[in-house]
């Protein structure tokens, strides 16, 4: 073999493995997905639902999909004829996107919802944070027990935010919240900040949740702002009522596998011809007479 036949079959052979090292290393980053949901407001008078604004709906599929798919509408002020809640707006926002990190996507929602004085909005800020503006002040009121107790506020709103790596987050914001038993007689302040699943009870008339956490299967998370039952009978306890202000709801976010561009059956397949490639290269070098 001549040495320009030896250089030959070594570059082929180089060339083979090469070529096979490329298609096992081609695998593209992963594309995460994100979703997020936020509902400002739902009253229940028994089982029967006198209001509910809906939700806005928010998804992402990551690169390669249609982007950020957003359903709802953001604000309300229709309260359904109903009396239990009254509130200026009635405001819902989410969002979900998918953002670029080392090299990777990962897929992030948030989600702000609840209620505010007239003139308010709450929206998804760039940061995934709930951007509130209040409106008027004393703008929300719910009657636990008309003319008896009542609970007022400048807003109610819960947000959260999730990421297809880490665990969600969410909590909740109570502006200048109190309960008032007959009229101002008796102001009870409730936390601006609640600690999850923080309690309140009004003996006789009403349970209340501040800041209600439920972890949902696969890494999401729903935070409820305010959930108030409403008891009808003082002996058995018995709901007549169920009111949510400000619901949300983020992720789960699903981790995309990576897939290479030569996956499953194809992949060992395009490996080998690359390697047949190189190999068949040398042979017929090999089998050339000597000139």
């Not at 096992?24 to 992963?30: G, T």
């Not at 007689?185 to 501040?210: D, H, K």
């Not at 949510?244 to 596998?257: D, E, K, L």
Request: glycine share 14%; charged share 5%; net charge neutral.
């Amino acid at each position: 073999m001549t040495t320009n036949s030896r250089r030959s079959s070594r570059m082929a052979i180089g060339a083979g493995i090469a070529g096979t090292a490329l298609l096992l290393a081609a695998s593209p980053a992963a594309a995460d997905t994100s979703t997020a949901s936020a509902t400002a407001a739902s009253v229940k008078l028994g089982a029967a639902p006198i209001l509910d604004t809906g939700a806005v709906v928010a998804t992402n599929a990551g690169p390669g999909g249609a982007g950020q798919v957003k359903t709802g509408a953001p604000t309300s002020t229709a309260l359904g004829g109903q009396t239990l809640l009254t509130a200026g707006v009635l405001a819902q926002d989410a969002s979900a996107t998918n953002v670029n990190d080392n090299g990777g996507n990962i897929g992030l929602s948030a989600a702000c919802a609840g209620a505010v004085g007239q003139g308010g909005v709450l929206q998804v800020g760039p940061g995934g944070g709930c951007v509130p503006t209040l409106g008027t002040p004393n703008g929300v009121n719910l009657n636990l027990n008309p003319g008896l107790v009542t609970l007022g506020a400048d807003a109610i709103f819960a947000q959260c935010t999730a990421s297809s790596k880490g665990a969600p987050t969410g909590s909740a914001t109570l502006v200048n919240a109190n309960i008032f038993v007959l009229g101002a007689a008796l102001p009870i302040s409730l936390s601006a900040a609640p600690t999850p699943n923080q309690g309140v009870s009004v003996p006789g008339i009403a349970s209340i949740i501040l800041n209600e956490q439920i972890p949902l299967a696969g890494g999401g998370l729903t935070v409820n702002a305010l959930h108030i039952t409403l008891l009808g009978n003082v002996l058995t306890g018995q709901p007549v009522a169920d009111i949510i202000v400000g619901s949300v709801t983020c992720g789960p976010n699903a981790i995309a596998p990576d897939v290479s561009i030569f996956s499953g059956p194809a992949l060992p397949a395009a490996a080998a011809g690359a390697a047949v490639v190189g190999l068949t290269y040398v042979v017929r070098r090999r089998r050339q007479p000597a000139a």
